[in-house]
């Protein structure tokens, strides 16, 4: 398998410091690596593979003995000058580093194991994929291949030539390469597989499942359930990150998790919380029976679904005007969160007489989308009006100046073109939408989630 692992290089800069004591033969470079595990502790015992480096391939001779790192973590080795390939490995676990030794000098190599991820081309006509790093440019072959989780960047040939693109790996993940794009798939089966909320930023993937809440960054997974965190229950309905703090909404209250390690604790134990919105005055939060605030780990403002202007019935779903207009849809009506009250904002909202609650609401300029299990509506120019989108809608985002919805039935429709296309079809009902960077990620309700350009 090493000859398919080591096609990939991750690569990594060599710093030039001076270490102590020198080279056993001249024309040798003289190198201290020091190998990590992805908790940052020493990997004692750890064998290593050194390999010299060619342009056509690159791997690892099955006859190769390994060397050994000492109970530091480190491994000192003398090698003629070139180009070499640094390989450590443990279950579901790996390390690549691209190196080049320098006649009687020294380097110190940095290696940290990371989680493993697949990456596979499903088209017929891409002929290799490769990673470059000066001075070289190492081939793969079309296949399947496992790779460190991390940012890589990939030049792929195939019919029409040959083109550069990133490759972004997720931990535990399959990529699958199509022509210039790709997709990458997430937890299709297991406890996570069943996802109820999605939240991305440029460091961060945030999703929330049946079975706790997951957090993937580029080389990292963490997981929160009920038996390691304050999560009061698996069911966990919104998720955010909120200056360095993550929220959970569950059915059993709000659960705040500081990323830094303090101590976690949970809010309105009683509520059944259904959505966040952060704003610059504090984080919102919509619950079953209420709306409110969250400054500084407390409640700051709380109006009851019970109390004046909502009368029992409840904003299901937010959106902000390009002015900074926090805006709630119920089934009444939309309100409009302005100096420090709630206002009716559009009674005529409520003559649309939805009878589930609001699913997607999105505002792009003076236009606002607002979408239930009752189909889909568009307010321009003051008048409601319903698009002919037939399926049920479960959720929405914006992506790239469109108005995206996910449906229950066969995808993600772009509901602000004029033919209400669908962008992506989806294996099961799609249940939430997020964006990073460029990139719609997708969850379902039975199949995980995906990420697709």
Same mark, same amino acid.
């Given at each position: 398998?090493?000859?398919?692992?080591?096609?990939?290089?991750?690569?990594?800069?060599?710093?030039?410091?001076?270490?102590?004591?020198?080279?056993?033969?001249?024309?040798? $470079?003289? /190198?201290?690596?020091?190998?990590?595990?992805?908790?940052?502790?020493?990997?004692?015992?750890?064998?290593?593979?050194?390999?010299?480096?060619?342009?056509?391939?690159?791997?690892?001779?099955?006859?190769?003995?390994?060397?050994?790192?000492?109970?530091?973590?480190?491994?000192?080795?003398?090698?003629?000058?070139?180009?070499?390939? &640094?390989?450590?490995?443990?279950?579901? @676990?790996?390390?690549?580093?691209?190196?080049?030794?320098?006649?009687?000098?020294?380097?110190?190599?940095?290696?940290?194991? @990371?989680?493993?991820?697949? /990456?596979?081309?499903?088209?017929?006509?891409?002929?290799?994929?490769?990673?470059?790093?000066?001075?070289?440019?190492?081939?793969?072959?079309? $296949?399947?291949?496992?790779?460190?989780? $991390?940012?890589? +960047?990939?030049?792929?040939?195939?019919?029409?030539?040959?083109?550069?693109?990133?490759?972004?790996?997720l931990p535990g993940s399959t990529t699958t390469i199509i022509g210039s794009k790709s997709e990458t798939a997430l937890f299709t089966s297991g406890a996570y597989s069943k996802v109820r909320a999605l939240f991305a930023n440029d460091t961060a993937l945030v999703i929330g499942t049946f079975g706790g809440v997951v957090v993937l960054s580029a080389t990292e997974q963490r997981e929160y359930t009920t038996a390691n965190s304050a999560l009061p229950s698996k069911q966990v309905n919104a998720v955010t990150i909120y200056g360095d703090t993550l929220f959970a909404g569950t059915d059993s209250g709000i659960t705040i998790i500081p990323l830094n390690g303090a101590p976690q604790t949970t809010l309105q134990k009683d509520e059944w919380v259904a959505?966040?919105? !952060?704003?610059?005055?504090?984080?919102?939060?919509?619950?079953?029976?209420?709306?409110?605030?969250?400054?500084?780990? /407390?409640?700051?403002?709380?109006?009851?679904?019970?109390? @004046?202007?909502?009368?029992?019935? !409840?904003?299901?779903?937010?959106?902000?005007?390009?002015?900074?207009?926090?805006?709630?849809?119920?089934?009444?009506?939309?309100?409009?969160?302005?100096?420090?009250?709630?206002?009716?904002?559009?009674?005529?909202?409520?003559?649309?007489?939805?009878?589930?609650?609001? +699913? &997607?609401?999105?505002?792009?300029?003076?236009?606002?989308?607002?979408?239930?299990?009752?189909?889909?509506?568009?307010?321009?120019?003051? /008048?409601?009006?319903?698009?002919?989108?037939?399926?049920?809608?479960?959720? $929405?985002?914006?992506?790239?100046?469109?108005?995206?919805?996910?449906?229950?039935?066969?995808?993600?429709?772009?509901?602000?073109? !004029?033919?209400? =296309?669908?962008?992506?079809?989806?294996?099961? @009902?799609?249940?939430?939408? =997020?964006?990073?960077?460029?990139?719609?990620?997708?969850?379902?309700?039975?199949?995980?989630?995906?990420?697709?350009?």
């Amino acid at each position: 398998m090493r000859y398919l692992l080591l096609a990939f290089v991750l690569i990594v800069g060599c710093s030039k410091p001076q270490v102590a004591g020198g080279v056993t033969e001249v024309g040798n $470079g003289f /190198v201290v690596i020091t190998v990590t595990n992805a908790d940052g502790l020493p990997a004692k015992s750890q064998p290593v593979y050194i390999n010299k480096a060619t342009f056509v391939a690159l791997g690892v001779d099955p006859a190769t003995e390994p060397s050994m790192t000492n109970e530091q973590g480190e491994l000192i080795l003398s090698a003629q000058a070139g180009e070499y390939a &640094l390989f450590a490995e443990q279950i579901s @676990a790996m390390a690549l580093h691209y190196c080049h030794f320098t006649a009687n000098d020294t380097s110190r190599v940095q290696m940290r194991l @990371a989680q493993t991820a697949s /990456v596979k081309s499903t088209t017929a006509a891409i002929q290799s994929v490769a990673i470059p790093g000066a001075p070289r440019l190492f081939i793969a072959t079309a $296949g399947t291949v496992d790779l460190p989780a $991390g940012n890589h +960047r990939a030049m792929i040939r195939d019919d029409s030539g040959l083109f550069e693109r990133a490759l972004d790996i997720l931990p535990g993940s399959t990529t699958t390469i199509i022509g210039s794009k790709s997709e990458t798939a997430l937890f299709t089966s297991g406890a996570y597989s069943k996802v109820r909320a999605l939240f991305a930023n440029d460091t961060a993937l945030v999703i929330g499942t049946f079975g706790g809440v997951v957090v993937l960054s580029a080389t990292e997974q963490r997981e929160y359930t009920t038996a390691n965190s304050a999560l009061p229950s698996k069911q966990v309905n919104a998720v955010t990150i909120y200056g360095d703090t993550l929220f959970a909404g569950t059915d059993s209250g709000i659960t705040i998790i500081p990323l830094n390690g303090a101590p976690q604790t949970t809010l309105q134990k009683d509520e059944w919380v259904a959505h966040f919105v !952060p704003t610059p005055e504090g984080l919102w939060y919509l619950s079953m029976s209420s709306v409110g605030m969250i400054n500084n780990g /407390v409640v700051s403002r709380r109006v009851a679904a019970s109390d @004046a202007p909502f009368s029992g019935d !409840p904003i299901t779903m937010t959106a902000v005007t390009t002015s900074g207009i926090l805006i709630g849809a119920s089934k009444k009506g939309l309100y409009e969160y302005r100096n420090s009250t709630w206002e009716l904002y559009d009674e005529s909202f409520g003559d649309l007489a939805l009878t589930t609650p609001v +699913r &997607l609401l999105q505002i792009i300029g003076d236009k606002i989308y607002a979408g239930s299990v009752d189909g889909v509506f568009i307010r321009e120019n003051g /008048v409601w009006k319903k698009l002919p989108v037939t399926e049920r809608v479960q959720c $929405g985002v914006i992506h790239g100046g469109s108005v995206l919805a996910g449906t229950s039935e066969s995808g993600v429709h772009d509901i602000s073109s !004029p033919e209400q =296309s669908l962008i992506y079809r989806a294996s099961s @009902a799609v249940s939430a939408l =997020s964006v990073q960077e460029k990139k719609l990620v997708v969850g379902t309700y039975s199949s995980g989630v995906v990420i697709f350009e």
